[in-house]
């Protein structure tokens, strides 16, 4: 073992060998620094964490396993937005979210749809409405887009990480990058192009793989669906010979159980992965894997 002495001899030899202190390694404040990371809510979080690893402490503003639309703020959770490193939001999925973020220097925000292709929220052609639909992280090539803003937005933040957060995001986007693979792979054969959803959480991957998204309730999705939607739903089942009717896993499926009985379709489980329950096991990776084994099973995709 090394005496207290004999340790400050050898730092002082290194710092006269590299010649200058910020060249000495390893006990400059930025490498040693855990950079503080806000997500609104779980695919963020998870994003942050595949590409941040041991050099960012995420905290997850959404609870798990609570459908994090309508998600209320504590005052102590907005005085984590203010005071963290980096916060990481989707604009529109969140107004508790938004209006805090309001008031933090945006050198300090990320926003997880910067640089994606966003589409219409369902419904506004009707409507007339021009907001565009949340749910972003349902597309793997998208995830894969956000991992890479958040790698350059840490990478700016902790240059001596820039490295490990390359390297994390070239393993994450990778896995992303078999996960769309698989999916496009699987969604080949589908006997139907109909995905009839209770919450229309599935704009961006029906439009990845082809699909059209019917939905019961809107983006919200404990919103109550209208009879009249509820029956021009019942009616395109009926006429489209729709075999699977999903739900999801964070709310009460009991409209989609009515619809099915109706019209003598089926019910699977699709999930928005907006939240993992309490003490699950799952990831954004296995719950996407479930989904695609539920579409291929459910439209059918032989
Ligand atoms: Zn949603």
């Known amino acids: 073992m090394f005496t207290k002495t004999l340790g400050i001899g050898?730092?002082?030899?290194a710092l006269a060998a590299c010649g200058s202190p910020s060249s000495s390694g390893g006990t400059s404040p930025s490498a040693a620094?855990?950079?503080?990371?806000?997500?609104?809510?779980?695919?963020?979080a998870y994003a942050a964490e595949q590409v941040g690893g041991g050099q960012v402490a995420i905290t997850?503003?959404?609870?798990?396993?609570?459908?994090?639309?309508?998600l209320e703020l504590t005052p102590a959770q907005v005085v984590q937005i203010?005071?963290?490193?980096?916060?990481?939001?989707?604009?529109?999925l969140q107004p508790a979210v938004d209006e805090a973020i309001a008031d933090v220097d945006p050198s300090h925000v990320i926003d997880a749809t910067a640089g994606l292709t966003l589409l219409p929220t369902p419904g506004d052609a009707e409507s007339g409405a021009t907001a565009t639909d949340p749910h972003v992280w349902l597309d793997p090539l998208n995830m894969s887009a956000i991992g890479q803003t958040v790698e350059s937005r840490l990478a700016a933040l902790n240059v001596q990480g820039g490295e490990a957060?390359?390297?994390?995001?070239?393993?994450?986007?990778?896995?992303?990058?078999?996960?769309?693979?698989?999916?496009?792979?699987?969604t080949t054969t589908c006997a139907s192009h109909d995905l009839v959803v209770s919450h229309e959480a599935f704009g961006y991957l029906a439009n990845r793989y082809g699909f059209t998204q019917i939905g019961l309730s809107g983006i919200s999705p404990d919103a109550e669906p209208d009879p009249a939607?509820?029956?021009k739903v019942a009616e395109f089942v009926k006429a489209h010979s729709v075999r699977t009717i999903?739900?999801?896993?964070?709310?009460?499926?009991?409209?989609?159980?009515?619809?099915?009985?109706?019209?003598g379709a089926r019910t699977a489980v699709?999930?928005?992965?907006?939240?993992?329950?309490?003490?699950?096991?799952?990831?954004?990776?296995?719950?996407m894997e479930a989904n695609l084994a539920a579409v291929t099973e459910g439209q059918p995709c032989p």
């Open 33 to 44: 620094s855990t950079l503080t990371v806000v997500a609104g809510f779980y695919p963020l």
């Open 82 to 92: 203010r005071e963290a490193d980096l916060v990481i939001y989707i604009p529109g």
């Open 229 to 231: 939607t509820l029956a």
């Open 246 to 263: 999903y739900s999801e896993a964070l709310v009460d499926p009991k409209v989609v159980t009515v619809l099915a009985q109706e019209t």
């Open 165 to 186: 957060f390359a390297a994390r995001q070239a393993i994450f986007a990778a896995k992303l990058g078999a996960l769309d693979s698989s999916w496009k792979a699987g």
């Open 10 to 13: 050898i730092a002082a030899l």
């Open 60 to 70: 997850t503003l959404a609870s798990p396993g609570v459908e994090p639309h309508d």
């Open 270 to 287: 699709l999930d928005p992965i907006e939240g993992i329950p309490a003490g699950s096991n799952a990831t954004y990776l296995t719950l």
